[in-house]
């Protein structure tokens, strides 16, 4: 038997467009978001075809990571799924929705909030409590990857910095404030510069 094949999950490009295409960063979240989880709304689709079709939008939950007033920031390692990101800094671990199950439905509002609890348990390690909430969404239409992606930032207040990584994609784990990040903007990938421009504080 072959290995089954990823399925990540999307809205239609017309949905967004309807609810109002933007290029950057919208602070809007929640009315996005609602709309988006709404039933019917979003479904699955074969990642491959996903990545080739810009009539569809996978959703990219992007999460930020604050102790204090210092910032989680990490190098992306060669175990990255996203090969044209790899050996640039990172202010968000972000990642494809897959089905939790054998069902490829669309996915709701809590079920899309324990995806991200339980992938993000795979790829770090989270000493102490936290809290979760998303500031804003990011659209970059300026290039072919970000065609095809729009990213749900999640900003998490951590009560410990302590944090490791538990995966070869996240590597060089600091904590920084933001006027220290600024001064290393050029090192970042895209979704990172829009979130230091618009989310952490000037």
Same mark, same amino acid.
């Given at each position: ?12 490009r ?15 979240a929640?009315?996005?978001l609602?709309?988006m989880l709404?039933?019917a ?16 939008? !996978?959703?990219?939950?992007?999460s930020i990571?604050?102790a =204090? $007033?210092?910032?989680?920031h990490? !190098?992306? =390692?060669s ?10 800094r990172?202010?968000?671990?972000g =990642?494809?929705?897959?089905?939790v199950? !054998?069902?490829?439905? =669309? ?7 324990n ?10 390690i989270?000493?102490g ?7 804003g969404l ?10 095809v992606?729009l990213g749900?930032?999640?900003?998490f207040?951590?009560?410990? $910095? ?5 995966? $070869?994609?996240?590597?060089d784990? !600091?904590?920084?404030?933001a ?12 979704w990172?510069?829009?979130c230091?421009?618009?989310?952490l504080?000037?």
């Open positions: 038997m072959g290995e089954r094949m990823e399925h990540v999950l999307v809205i239609s017309a949905l967004f467009d309807q609810l109002g295409a933007f290029q950057g960063f919208q602070p809007d929640e009315r996005y609602d709309a709404a039933p709304a979003n479904f699955f689709m074969e990642r491959p075809s996903a990545e080739q079709d810009p009539t569809h939008k !996978q959703l990219i939950p992007y990571f604050r =204090g $007033d210092r910032y989680l990490y !190098q992306r =390692g175990g990255s799924g996203e090969k044209r990101l790899v050996a640039k990172s202010l968000g671990v =990642g494809h929705i897959n089905p199950d !054998q069902s490829h439905d =669309g996915m709701g509002h809590s079920m899309y909030f995806s991200i609890e339980r992938e993000l348990a795979e790829e770090l989270l000493p409590a936290h809290t979760q909430r998303v500031v990011i659209n970059d239409d300026s290039n072919d990857v970000g065609a992606h749900v930032v999640h900003l207040e951590l009560e410990s $910095d302590a944090v490791h990584s538990n995966e $070869d994609a996240l590597t784990l !600091q904590f920084s404030t006027a220290e990040l600024r001064a290393l903007r050029d090192q970042f990938e895209t990172s510069q829009i230091l421009d618009h989310i504080p000037a």
